[in-house]
């Protein structure tokens, strides 16, 4: 079954510094998505992504965030500043269409801010 | 999205069938009732989902009561793979929320016995 890769699956980083977490999302898929999940808490929503461009976003998804598809495989998630608190497992996931709303989600990257 | 409640956890031996309830009691007419699974150190994967009616898939089984405020996700024959955290979740596609945002709550530990 066609999965979505997401890569590093780990990245430490130090606190300021700037990371990009890398999608490949499902090749014929349309719709966008970035989950996180701070250890031992609730998996939650951050954007969604379509046409190019943001549809929804949530209150975590501030100006130190941002999402970009430099290409026809390649969905990204920018974290500009890192804080200690961005520390989480963050999930790419993709949907084929909107007549279908099945969420295919990736393994995740684990993120640590020192 | 409206709320769910589930168990915090379950447990089951091997090759027996595991039912895992949620209930929904504010549904609306609206809302289907989705199912996802996250595995230890993975993305949540889609199980099942519907909106009144039973459903079958080659994971699992759906029954949903016909008050609509509740659902049982059932397995089968449970294996040592089924042990992950399961998530009920309602998607309302009728008042315009967005495609693929999903609310996820705790969900239910279920643990798998050899």
């Known amino acids: 079954e066609p999965e979505v890769t997401q890569t590093p699956s780990h990245q430490v980083t130090q606190m300021g510094q700037e990371v990009i977490l890398r999608c490949v999302p499902i090749?014929?898929?349309?719709?966008f998505y970035w989950y996180r999940q701070i250890l031992g808490q609730k998996v939650e929503f951050l954007v969604s992504?379509?046409?190019?461009?943001?549809?929804?976003k949530s209150e975590i998804f501030d100006d130190q965030f941002s999402v970009e598809r430099p290409d026809g495989s390649n969905f990204t998630l920018k974290i500009r500043s890192t804080k200690l608190e961005d520390s989480a497992m963050y999930f790419c996931?993709?949907?084929?269409?909107?007549?279908?709303?099945?969420?295919?989600f990736g393994s995740g990257t684990q993120l640590s801010v020192l | 999205d409206a709320k769910t409640t589930q168990p915090n956890s379950m447990e089951s031996n091997e090759e027996e069938p595991v039912h895992l309830p949620c209930n929904h009691s504010?549904?609306?007419?609206?809302?289907?009732i989705h199912w996802y699974r996250q595995l230890p150190s993975q993305g949540p994967e889609y199980v099942i989902h519907?909106?009144?009616s039973n459903v079958n898939n080659r994971m699992a089984s759906l029954a949903i009561a016909e008050d609509r405020k509740s659902s049982t996700l059932i397995l089968h024959r449970a294996t040592l793979r089924d042990a992950a955290v399961y998530y009920c979740?309602?998607?309302?596609?009728?008042?315009?929320?967005?495609?693929?945002?999903?609310?996820f709550g705790r969900g239910t530990q279920l643990t798998v016995w050899p």
């Open positions: 996931a993709s949907i084929k269409d909107s007549s279908n709303e099945k969420l295919f």
């Open positions: 090749s014929n898929h349309l719709y």
């Open positions: 992504f379509y046409n190019n461009e943001i549809s929804e």
């Open positions: 504010t549904i609306s007419g609206t809302d289907y």
């Open positions: 519907g909106l009144t």
């Open positions: 979740i309602l998607r309302d596609y009728g008042r315009g929320s967005t495609l693929g945002r999903l609310y």
